[in-house]
Every structure is written in structure tokens, then in C-alpha cells.
């Protein structure tokens, strides 16, 4: 079974909490701005589909290095490597972010 067979199979349990990406979403358009439900659903499925591509390269890289954890390093790198680097500095910041928060 491939993994998009087995993604498509197990679609709860490997997609975003939809109350979660509505409330983005609400918070991210203007205020006179909405969007159908078909495009908050494609949203989540592309938001899925992100997370899983970088998921992917990031166990590419883990692997390549014999590690058997997936490191914030892994993430930054398949960022870089799939074309993303733009992103990394605000990734970077968020993690550390994330980091604080949770010594809280």
C-alpha cells in the first residue's frame, strides 16, 4: 500500500483539527472577506499535504544521517531542501517560541 493509499485510508486520523484551520482561517482573512466551506475543507487538505511532504523529507534526511529521531534540524533542512527557505528564519522563531512556552 502506498502512502497516499494508506493517507486517504486513515484521513481522521492524519488530518488538522478542522475547528483548529477554521479559526486560522477566520483570523487570517479581513474582516469582509469569506470563503465557502469547500475552500476552508481544500485548505486543510493542502495544509495536510505540507505537513506530510515535509514530514517525509525530514525522515529522508533523518535517515540519511542514521538517526532514528526526527530533530528541529531534520525540519529546517527539508525546508531548505524542498525550496522553502524563505520560511526557515520564521520557523526558526517560532520553535524558540514554542520552546519557551513550554518551560512555562
Do not use: W
Request: hydrophobic residues 35%.
Amino acid at each position: 500500500m502506498s502512502d497516499h493509499e494508506f493517507a486517504a485510508s486513515n484521513d481522521d486520523e492524519l488530518s488538522l483539527p478542522r475547528a483548529t484551520v477554521y479559526k486560522l482561517i477566520g483570523e487570517m482573512l479581513p474582516k469582509d472577506v469569506t470563503c465557502t466551506k469547500e475552500t476552508r475543507d481544500m485548505l486543510i487538505d493542502c495544509c495536510n499535504e505540507f505537513i506530510h511532504l515535509i514530514a517525509s523529507e525530514s525522515n529522508e534526511i533523518c535517515e540519511k544521517e542514521s538517526k532514528r529521531t526526527i530533530a528541529p534540524e531534520h525540519v529546517l533542512a527539508a525546508l531548505k531542501e524542498l525550496g522553502f527557505e524563505k520560511y526557515i528564519d520564521e520557523v526558526k522563531e517560532a520553535y524558540e517560541e514554542h520552546k519557551v512556552q513550554q518551560t512555562k
